[in-house]
């Protein structure tokens, strides 16, 4: 479940033309673009622009990276230029951040987090495995049942992490369809119109939720978080948590599945490994958010003070935007790096983030991932695209890099 950026998704915008694609988004099939990586092995720094047309700095190397995201004191999360594009007022613009950790920098951040982290704990989750296994066994045979071709997106791929953190959170599964469309809406970055109302809409689905959980709080984290902290967290909190949440536990998953599976059809040298050797998974897993980097740019940060990074002096207050596709195909982090190897593991990646800003629910995300693969080749052995020469339906202008559908047979 890694971090999605969510600052630009915030409050009414002045903003009316399908912007470019930014050049951190660019992709050519699972690889970023030659551009990317020529920053990144050349100057490692370039100066382009926001969204909203102000000046800001993409930074693409492994190492610079990983230093921005570790220090919250010079790069904050909390500051954003987006907010003086916003038609919203001081207040409201503070109650739609409230609640979104990666929206806060310590010790505010801090604040929220610990009232969350003992419910994504490795030992917690694991509690959840057999309940995650029911679901994608449940999942393989709704798949099954369609009959071939299906599009494993829609019987596999999004279904699995849906029920997972609806049941997780104590959102009704009855009103997929509706969160599924918003969190597309909320994700896609051609249109800050559809997103701002996306964003006002998901907030009024979630204080319905919050308001029923403050009446009667179920076993869910929902009603845990009123239970234990409903008198630290005021409401606005509550429901941008669950926002979060729900976005994060089903997007970044589903897409990692559906992307997945396809890279892994697209090497079958690869995925006969995996088959030939189950215990494969867990590497296999984490060169796959490594190598498919679906978060295509973090949460931005803004310097606090003047800077230097890869030898470019960078001023106070400014934006900074930070490129994982290109970071984690750095050859200096990790060798023959734009090769699938699912053997390595690819400790270190960043497809989580780093810091304080880590992804709170990277285990319930490896162990959704580390289930679902080898369940799936289990149960159809003889898996394949249902066109081998059809083109792959990529999306474009989203956040979180993925499919618009796979259509497969077995």
């Known amino acids: 479940m890694p971090g999605v950026s969510h600052d630009h998704a915030m409050g009414g915008t002045k903003m009316t033309h399908t912007p470019e694609l930014p050049l951190e988004m660019r992709r050519n099939g699972f690889d970023p673009v030659e551009e ?63 609640g979104l950790l990666p929206a806060f920098d310590p010790p505010e951040h801090t604040r929220l987090r610990r009232m969350l982290t003992p419910e994504f704990t490795v030992r917690r989750m694991r509690r959840l495995e057999p309940r995650i296994t029911e679901i994608v066994q449940s999942a393989l045979d709704d798949l099954e049942q369609a009959g071939k ?4 997106l829609e019987h596999f791929a999004l279904p699995v992490p849906s029920l997972v953190i609806c049941e997780l959170l104590g959102v009704p599964y009855s009103d997929r369809t509706e969160f599924q469309e918003r969190s597309a809406h909320l994700l896609d970055t051609s249109s ?26 179920g076993e869910d984290m929902l ?5 234990e902290h409903g008198d630290d967290l005021t409401t606005d909190e509550l429901i941008g948590i669950a926002s979060l949440l729900l976005l994060a536990g089903h997007e970044t998953t589903s897409n990692m599945l559906g992307l997945g599976t396809l890279a892994l059809l697209r090497h079958p040298d690869q995925l006969a490994k995996i088959r030939e050797e189950p215990a494969l998974v867990e590497p296999a897993v984490e060169e796959l958010l490594r190598w498919l980097s679906i978060v295509q740019a973090l949460s931005s940060r803004t310097t ?32 023959d790096p734009d090769t699938l190897d699912v053997t390595r593991g690819a400790a270190g990646h960043l497809a989580f983030g780093h810091g304080v800003h880590h992804c709170l629910g990277a285990p319930l995300a490896r162990m959704e991932m580390r289930i679902a693969f080898p369940a799936l080749l289990e149960r159809f052995p003889g898996l394949t695209l249902a066109d081998p020469t059809e083109q792959a339906d990529f999306k474009v202008f989203s956040a979180v890099y993925g499919l618009n559908s796979l259509r497969v047979t077995w």
């Not at 930074?59 to 570790?70: A, G, H, K």
């Not at 220090?71 to 907010?83: E, G, Q």
């Not at 009603?223 to 239970?227: D, E, I, N, P």
């Not at 606090?304 to 982090?333: K, Q, Y």
């Open 36 to 98: 990317l990586a020529q920053v990144r092995d050349g100057e490692g720094v370039v100066r382009t622009q926001s969204p909203f047309g102000t000046t800001a700095y993409l930074i693409c190397r492994y190492e610079d990276v990983r230093e921005v995201l570790s220090d919250s004191d010079r790069f904050s999360a909390a500051r954003t230029p987006f907010d003086e594009a916003s038609e919203l007022d001081e207040d409201e613009r503070a109650r739609m951040r409230a």
């Open 304 to 335: 606090t003070t003047d800077v230097e990074i890869a030898g470019h002096s960078i001023p106070a207050d400014s934006l900074l935007i930070l490129a994982p596709p290109a970071a984690n195909r750095d050859p200096a982090f990790i060798n």
């Open 192 to 217: 800050p119109e559809r997103q701002a109302a996306a964003r006002q809409e998901d907030r009024a689905y979630m204080a319905g939720l919050v308001a029923r959980a403050r009446k009667e709080p």
């Open 149 to 152: 071709p299906a599009d494993l």
């Open 223 to 227: 009603g845990m978080l009123v239970r």
